[in-house]
């Protein structure tokens, strides 16, 4: 069944530390797209893909980083995690078969990823 | 500025009844208008999406309405269950761009109590 994964799903870690969330889809949608949300708020575009070795930063400023070495994998990196990191990150993707009869792109999210950094 | 509103912030309803939230907007140009369905500890799920030229669209219990000429669009639940439970986001896109960007609400938290 396609669909679009997240993990970890929770992770609780200290202050330095590295981090990666991974992010998968089995749709071959061409474009991924990264959020971060707070809670009582709105979503936040942090980073976005148009296809492979595309990525570009969002509305969001966002000290996190992002590859596309493939086109089902998105992963976000941390490379020195902070208390103000603490949010949940959510992954989506859009794009064929998934586009309306009217063109528009509609988001497929994954379950999300709850960051705490202590 | 572009803006997505919404309201009620909050709403508690019985089991069986029925309610409706509300989403105003300030983008434009305008492309569509979508409401998604959040779980707590989860990623929304499309229920609608519409565009300028739809004035209704209906996902089951779900019928969301749009009236681009007062830039507003509501969702009505019908005979709500306890499942309905979730945060209600409206997400307005633009033509702005190939993509069209997407515009946020904060959504509305909705609670069914039996």
């Known amino acids: 069944e396609a669909d679009i994964y997240q993990t970890p799903r929770y992770l609780v870690i200290g202050t330095g530390k590295k981090i990666t969330l991974e992010c998968s889809q089995t749709?071959?949608?061409?474009?991924m797209y990264w959020y971060q949300q707070d809670p009582g708020m709105e979503l936040h575009l942090i980073h976005y893909?148009?296809?492979?070795?595309?990525?570009e930063k969002g509305d969001l400023s966002s000290e996190s980083t992002v590859s596309r070495i493939r086109t089902e994998h998105f992963p976000l990196t941390l490379e020195s995690a902070r208390p103000s990191h603490t949010s949940q990150y959510l992954c989506?993707?859009?794009?064929?078969?998934?586009?309306?009869?009217?063109?528009?792109?509609?988001?497929?999210f994954g379950a999300g990823s709850r960051l705490t950094v202590l | 500025k572009n803006q997505v509103e919404q309201s009620p912030q909050s709403l508690i309803i019985l089991e069986g009844k029925n309610c409706t939230l509300q989403?105003?907007?300030?983008?434009?140009?305008?492309?569509?208008l979508r409401w998604y369905k959040q779980d707590t500890g989860r990623g929304p799920v499309s229920l609608t999406i519409?565009?300028?030229?739809?004035n209704t669209k209906s996902n089951g219990r779900y019928t969301a309405t749009l009236d681009a000429d007062t830039k507003q669009s509501s969702l009505h639940i019908t005979a709500s269950q306890l499942s309905d439970s979730a945060s209600y986001i409206c997400?307005?896109?633009?033509?702005?761009?190939?993509?069209?960007?997407?515009?946020f609400g904060r959504g509305t938290q909705l609670t069914v109590w039996p």
């Open positions: 989506a993707s859009s794009g064929f078969p998934g586009r309306t009869p009217s063109g528009a792109n509609v988001l497929t």
């Open positions: 749709m071959g949608h061409d474009k």
């Open positions: 893909s148009y296809g492979v070795n595309s990525t």
């Open positions: 989403c105003n907007y300030t983008v434009s140009p305008f492309s569509n």
């Open positions: 519409m565009t300028f030229s739809e």
């Open positions: 997400v307005v896109s633009d033509r702005g761009s190939t993509l069209g960007r997407l515009y």
